[in-house]
T-cell receptor
Framework: QKEVEQNSGPLSVPEGAIASLNCTYS??????FFWYRQYSGKSPELIMS????GDKEDGRFTAQLNKASQYVSLLIRDSQPSDSATYLC???????????FGKGITLSVRP | EAQVTQNPRYLITVTGKKLTVTCSQN?????MSWYRQDPGLGLRQIYY???????DKGDVPEGYKVSRKEKRNFPLILESPSPNQTSLYFC????????????FGDGTRLSIL
């Protein structure tokens, strides 16, 4: 079983819609979860971190964590063309606290 | 400005010619790591370092070496590069606490002919 899995995508939504990105992880002991955004050819940029069950909101972004289901998601409200990028889910796993990434999902926001 | 700096940003070289990609951070972070990113494979960790003189293998260490003689620097060494090491490389750092996010450099695109 892959350690961090994301829907393969790509995901396309119209401008103004809600984009929902999902991620599951296998290490039940994981405590730290991150969402990174990566534009083509650029480095990953942290957009959200979440550590406790429930929702965490920051502007148009909401991260949701459910440790019992080993599931973390990212909602982007009022999607803009500038949100078009690859979104990477990352989970701290294992005894050495390694940051393990999902393969990412590419989001395209249509004007 | 807090940052992770990698050099070079782009490099085209030939098989077998030793090269070093430098990484430096100015945030006094204990933890540093190297990743490679390939289409369809995502970001994979090559090596990491918990602190000065402490390094360990990640998921794909074959063909690479690292050193951590100073806290701020974590160079990646390819002693005898091969074409399968053509990739986009990222250096990252974070504070020692595992719940802190990693900050990434701008990346180095390596092409090995």
């Amino acid at each position: 079983q892959k350690e961090v899995e994301q829907n393969s995508g790509p995901l396309s939504v119209p401008e103004g819609a809600i984009a929902s990105l999902n991620c599951t992880y296998s290490d039940r002991g994981s405590q730290s979860f991150f969402w990174y955004r990566q534009y083509s050819g650029k480095s990953p940029e942290l957009i959200m971190s979440i550590y406790s069950n429930g929702d965490k909101e920051d502007g148009r972004f909401t991260a949701q964590l459910n440790k019992a289901s080993q599931y973390v998601s990212l909602l982007i409200r009022d999607s803009q063309p500038s949100d078009s990028a690859t979104y990477l889910c990352a989970v701290v796993t294992g005894a050495n606290s390694k940051l393990t990434f999902g393969k990412g999902i590419t989001l395209s926001v249509r004007p | 400005e807090a940052q992770v700096t990698q050099n070079p940003r782009y490099l085209i070289t030939v098989t077998g010619k030793k090269l070093t990609v430098t990484c430096s951070q100015n945030m006094n972070h204990e933890y540093m790591s190297w990743y490679r990113q390939d289409p369809g494979l995502g970001l994979r960790q090559i090596y990491y370092s918990m602190n000065v003189e402490v390094t360990d293998k990640g998921d794909v260490p074959e063909g690479y070496k690292v050193s951590r003689k100073e806290k701020r620097n974590f160079p990646l060494i390819l002693e005898s590069p091969s074409p399968n090491q053509t990739s986009l490389y990222f250096c990252a750092s974070r504070q020692s606490y595992s719940n802190q996010p990693q900050h990434f450099g701008d990346g180095t695109r390596l092409s090995i002919l």
